[in-house]
C-alpha cells in the first residue's frame, strides 16, 4: 500500500516509530541499516581515455582514421621510392580528427554535471527531529526512515515523508510538480485513490522542497535514493545516450561515400592490373603503383573535410545564438534544435511568467485593467489584511497570492494618487488582531483601527466570504457571473469583505468571532493568474507556421493547463487535454495512436515526460523539451535537444539541458531554430560543393586511368585543389547567412537524408558536365592548348570550375544566385583571393607547380568555359520557376 493511502497508526508501527516520541536511538540504527541513508548514490564517471575511444568510434571518424592511414602509407611508399610525397595532406586530415574528437569529449558529461547539481539541493542543512521523546538537531544526510521531523515556514523538506500533524500549512512544490501556486497540505486527509497524481497527496511532503506558510510534523517514509529527487537522479544517471539526426545522417552519408569509394578504387585496381597484364605481365613494381592509385581514389572519394567545417560552422553558431540570449552548453545542439518538428513544454516558467499576478477586479465594477484600483476597502483590506513583502527589487517575500495582492495595490491609480507604498499604508493604522489563513477556514481576518474607526477585514475564497455577507441574490448572482468568467480561465478567484465594529471585545472568544465575521459588507474580489509571458503568442504561432507541434506536458491540474492551452489555440481542431493519470497504464502501441491528437498531458511527472519524450523520438520525430523545474531534468536529458530557463530555472534542469535560455524568453527557441534551419542549410551547400568535387575528379582520375592517359595533376596541383576542396573557399560556404522564407518550410525529417534527391541530381549532373567539359580538352584540346601549355590549362580548367560552382552551391532550391549573392562576403573576398593566387601559381610559381604561364586570351577562353557552370544551373532553374508558376 502506498505511504499516502495508509493508516498514520499502521504506518508507524511498520516503520518502528512514536507518534508522540519519535526514533530510539537503536532503532535509528536498525532504519538506516534497512532503508538506508539520506545521500544520492553517485555513479563512477567513465574515463576521459573511455570517452575518447567512444567519441573516435563515430563513423565518420572511423573513416576519416582509414583514409589518414591510408594516406600515410601512400605518400611513406611515394617518398621511399623517390616519388613526391604530400604529408600536409594527411596532418590535415588528422588535425581534423583530432579537432571532431576533441570537441566531443569537452561537451560530454552534462548527465554528472546534472546530477552534482541535484546533490546540492540536498546539502548537509540542520534539521529538527524528535527521537527518544526529545527534540534535537540533526544533519540532513542523518535524517532515517521513520524520523519525526518538525517543519515550520521557510523550512526546506529534508526526507519524503506523511504528514502527521498540520496547521495552516501550504508548500512550494513548483521546482518538482510545475504547480505554480503552493500546495496545500491536511494532515488528516486519507486518500483512496492508488493513482492521485503526486501534485494532489496533500497528506504528504516531498524532500527539496519549502514550507511557505504553516507549520506541521512528518513521519519519514523514504530518504536518498527512494526519495522522489532520488528516482529523478536515478533517470538523469541512466540517460542513455543517443545520436543525434545530423549525427546520424552524417553516418549514413560517411558509409555510402566509404563504400562507393571502395567500389571505384577496387574497380580501378582491377582495371590496371588486366592492363598491365595485357601489356606484357604483372610485376612487383605494376601491382604497387596500381594499388597506390586506387588508395588515391579512396582519399579523394572521402570528405576528410567535413568535419572541420561541422566543428567551424557549429563553432560560429553558438556565437551567434549567444548574442540571441540563448548559450548553447551542447556543441551539436546548435544544428539539432533547427530540425525540431515536436516542442514538449513544461507551463510554469516557461509558457506562464511563473509569477503570481492580479489579471481583473471587481469593486462593484469589472475591470480588465488590474491598475484602475480605486476602491478604499480593497486598498485597506490588501494592505492591512495580508502579512507577505515585496523586496527591494519587486521580489516574492511570503505568500505568492498576498504578493500578487500587494503589487496589485503598489501599481494601482490610487497609490499613484496617494502616493503612500503598501508598508505606510500598514504604518498609518493599527493592527489590533488577526486571524490567520488556514486550509480549514478557507478565510484571513484582520481587525485594524482605520482613522478612528475599528473595521474587520475578511479576505478568502468566494464561497466562505459570501456566507459572511448580506445582499441581495441578483447582485450575488451578477457577482459569480464574472467569478465563472476568471474561474474559466484558470484564475484564482479571492473575494473581499468588511464590517465596522462598535468596540473591542475578546477575539478568543468563539461567540464573538462568530458575530465580528457575520453581516458583513462584500467589497469584491480580485482574480489572479499565473499570466503567459508576452512573447509567447507570436513565437507559438510562428512554430504552427513552421510546422512544429506544441504539447505541453505540465504538473499543473487540467482545468489550469486546458485554459493556457485554449489561449493558444492548441485544443483547436479535435486537438484534447488529459491528465497523466488517463494514460499512465496505456502499452506504447496504444499511446502512440494518441499522441498525435494529444496536446496537453496535466498532472505530468517526471517518467511520463520522459515515457513521452522516447515515444515521440521513437516514430522518426526530432523532439524539444522545454522546463524550468527538477521535474523536467529528465525528459531535457533524453531530448534530442534539452532547452532549460536561464533565469526561473533549477540548476539541475540547466545541468540537464543542451541548451539554456538567458532570457527566459520562448520566442528565443523560435530565434535558435531560425538559426538551426540555417546552420542544416550550410552543411548541405558544403556537401553539395564537397562531393561535386569529389565526383568530378574521381571520373576524370578514373577515366583517365582506363584511357591510358598519364595522370591529369602532379601531386602539388592536387594539394592547391585540395585546398580549394577543404580550405577556406569551401569553409566559406558555412558562413551563409540565414534566409528569410527558413521558417515557412516544414522541419526536416529525422530519417531524411542530409543529401537530397534535388542535391543528388544536382551534384551528379554537375559533376558529370565538368569532368565531361574536362576530359574533352584533354582529348580533343578544343580550347587549343599547345603541348606545353596543356597540363597547366587542365589544372586550371578543374580548379575555376570548383570555384565558380561554389555559387551554385550557395542556393540549395530553385532561386538565382544573384538574389543573395551579396550577403556572404567573406565568401566573396574569399573566392576573389583563391581566384587571385590561381593566376599568381600559373604566372609566376611554374618552377613549384610545373605549370606554364597563359597568355590573356587562353584565359579569357578558360574563364567562359568555366562560368559556363553557372549559365547552365541559372537556366535550368529559370525553367523550372517558369513551369511551376504554370
Known sequence: MKEFMEDIEQLSIRLGSDLSKGLTTKQVGKNQEKYGTNTLTREKQESLLKRTIKASSEPMILMLIMAGFIALFVNMIRASTGGEADFLECVGIFAAISLSVIITVAMEGKSAKAFEALSKISEDTQIKVLRDGETIVVGQKDIVVGDLVLLSTGDKIPADGRLVESVGLTVDESALTGESVPAKKDAK?????EKTPLAERSNMLYSGNFITSGYGKMIVTAVGDETEFGTIAKE?????????????????????????GVIAATIVFITELISFFLAGGLHVEQVLEAFVTSIVLIVAAVPEGLPTIVAVSLSINIIKLSHQNALVKKMIASETVGCINVICSDKTGTLTENKMTVAAFYDGKWHEDATQLECN?????????TTADLSFDGSFIGNPTECAMLNFYEKSKVRQVTGKSYKEERLDHDVLHSFPFSSELKHMTTISKVDGKIITYVKGSPECVFSMCKMEESKKHEIETYMKKAQEKAMRVIAFAHKELEEMKDYEDDQYHAILESNMVFDGFVAISDPLRADVYEAVKNCRLAGIDLKILTGDNIVTASAI?????????GQVAVEAKEIADLSDEELIQLLPKISVIARSTPTIKMRIVKLLKGEGNVVAVTGDGINDAPA????????AMGISGTEVSKEASDIVLLDDSFSTIVKAIVWGRGIYENFKRFIQFQLTVNISSVIVVFTSIILGLKAPF??????????????PPALTLG????YDDLMSRPPTKRNDNIVSKGMFLRIGLTGAYISIVFLCQYTKNFLGATTEQMPTVLFTLFALFQLFNAFNCRELHAVSIFKHLLKNKIMLLVISITFLIQIIIIQFAGAFFGTVPLDLFMWIKIFLVTFSVVLISETVKLCYRILIRK
Not at 476597502?377 to 489584511?385: E, I, K
Not at 492551452?565 to 481542431?573: G, I, Q, S
Request: proline fraction near 3%.
Open 189 to 193: 486527509l486519507v486518500l483512496i485513490d
Open 236 to 260: 538523469l544517471s541512466k540517460v542513455e545516450k543517443t545520436s543525434t539526426p545530423l549525427q546520424e545522417k552524417l553516418a549514413r552519408l560517411g558509409k555510402t561515400i566509404t563504400i562507393l
Open 377 to 385: 476597502w480593497l486598498v485597506h483590506n490588501v494592505c492591512l489584511n
Open 565 to 573: 492551452a485554449d489561449e493558444l489555440h492548441l485544443l483547436n481542431n
Open 636 to 643: 531535457l536529458k533524453n531530448a534530442d535537444v534539452g532547452i
Open 714 to 727: 602532379t601531386a602539388l596541383q592536387l594539394l592547391w585543389i585540395n585546398i580549394i576542396m577543404d580550405g
Open 735 to 738: 558562413l551563409e547567412p540565414v
